[in-house]
C-alpha cells in the first residue's frame, strides 16, 4: 500500500510553468506504475500523464503532450510532473495515482489503486 500527497499547484498566468509532485508519504512508489490526472470543475476527470515504474514508458494525451513532461525519481519516493506553457484550460485540480500493473501507463482511471488528495492549479489569462 503507498499514500501519495500532491504538491506544487498554485496560480500562474498563461504561458507559464509550473512542476507539481507526488510523493509517498507512506510506502514506496518504486513498484507502482503512477498516472496524473485532473478534473475541472463540471467536467469529468481527464487523463493527463503516466510512467511505468522504471521510466521506460511514458503517455500523454494530445491536449498535453509536448507541453508537460512525466518524470520520476525512485531513490526520492517522487514523481514530477512539469507543466510548461499553460493555458487557462489546464485549470484544474490534479491528481495523481499509483497502479499495482508497474509496467503499465494507463489513461483509464479504474486501473489505478491509491489516490491523492490533489493540488489545485489555475491559470489566469
Known amino acids: 500500500q503507498v499514500q501519495l500527497v500532491e504538491s506544487g499547484g498554485g496560480l500562474v498566468q498563461a504561458g507559464g510553468s509550473l512542476r507539481l509532485s507526488c510523493a509517498a508519504s507512506r510506502g514506496t512508489i518504486s513498484w507502482y506504475a503512477i498516472g496524473w490526472f485532473r478534473r475541472a470543475p463540471g467536467k469529468e476527470r481527464e487523463f493527463v500523464a503516466a510512467?511505468?515504474?522504471?521510466?521506460?514508458?511514458?503517455n500523454y494525451p494530445d491536449s498535453v503532450k509536448g507541453r508537460f513532461t512525466i518524470s520520476r525519481d525512485n531513490a526520492k519516493n517522487t514523481v514530477y510532473l512539469q507543466m510548461n506553457n499553460l493555458k487557462p484550460e489546464d485549470t484544474a485540480v490534479y491528481y495523481c495515482?499509483?497502479?499495482?500493473?508497474?509496467?503499465?501507463?494507463?489513461?483509464?482511471?479504474?486501473?489505478?489503486?491509491?489516490w491523492g488528495q490533489g493540488t489545485q492549479v489555475t491559470v489566469s489569462s
Open positions: 495515482a499509483a497502479s499495482s500493473a508497474y509496467g503499465s501507463v494507463s489513461n483509464e482511471s479504474p486501473n489505478y489503486d491509491y
Open positions: 510512467i511505468n515504474w522504471n521510466a521506460g514508458r511514458s
